[in-house]
């Protein structure tokens, strides 16, 4: 199965160069980590718990770095087994170019297989699942280098915007609410 996507971070290439060697950082990113030891130059040895399907399966592995290019490019390579449910193994392939405002391009190709009870689930599903772990992984990876949205600092709690309204509550109100959700809509698809 292979996929391939493009991510534009907030941040500058160095930043998430480093970011992609902190094996803190990875074991936040990969769905079901239940621990991540070791060091980019000895590879890392990974636990993850995903139900892909039917199948729940715990899978031992090792994940390794490979091609490096200092601060450009370089390759995750990982392989893990879980008993019974079978194997999987892949590699990503990622790639930062600078943009022209001070981000970084993440530009990653994934490659992965499994065999076992996981392969006798079905092309379908199992690659549905490899997409959403990838989309997942990378979607976490970019949320640790930029930090919280500023968005979630600025919105004032919901709690606060009724106080300002009268206690009682007349039947016109929902009415009066809907030019402002059909603007809010409009301003959504155009």
């Known amino acids: 199965m292979q996929m391939t996507d493009d991510r534009t971070i907030a941040a500058p290439p160095e930043t998430v160069w480093k970011a992609l060697f902190d094996p803190e950082v990875l074991r936040a990113c990969v769905p079901g980590c239940q621990s991540l030891t070791g060091s980019t130059e000895e590879g890392y040895e990974a636990v993850v718990t995903q139900k892909v399907?039917?199948?729940?399966?715990?899978?031992?592995?090792?994940?390794?770095?490979?091609?490096?290019?200092?601060?450009?490019?370089?390759?995750?390579?990982?392989?893990?087994k879980g008993g019974a449910a079978g194997f999987a193994k892949g590699q990503a392939r990622v790639k930062l170019s600078p943009t022209d405002d001070g981000q970084t391009l993440l530009h990653y190709e994934v490659d992965a297989k499994v065999g076992g009870k996981l392969a006798q689930l079905g092309s379908?599903?199992?690659?549905?699942?490899?997409?959403?772990?990838?989309?997942?992984?990378?979607?976490?990876?970019?949320?640790?280098?930029?930090?919280p949205a500023p968005e979630a600092s600025e919105t004032p709690e919901p709690a606060e915007a009724p106080a300002a309204q009268p206690e009682a509550a007349s039947?016109?109100?929902?009415?009066?609410?809907?030019?402002?959700?059909?603007s809010w809509l409009k301003r959504l698809i155009s």
């Not at 199948?55 to 893990?80: N, Q």
Request: proline share 5%; aromatic share 8%; hydrophobic share 40%.
């Open 124 to 147: 379908r599903i199992v690659d549905g699942f490899a997409r959403r772990m990838a989309g997942e992984f990378f979607t976490r990876f970019q949320e640790q280098v930029e930090g």
């Open 171 to 182: 039947a016109s109100e929902p009415a009066a609410e809907a030019p402002a959700k059909k």
């Open 53 to 80: 399907g039917p199948v729940k399966a715990t899978f031992k592995g090792e994940v390794t770095m490979a091609d490096v290019v200092e601060g450009e490019s370089c390759t995750l390579v990982g392989e893990g």
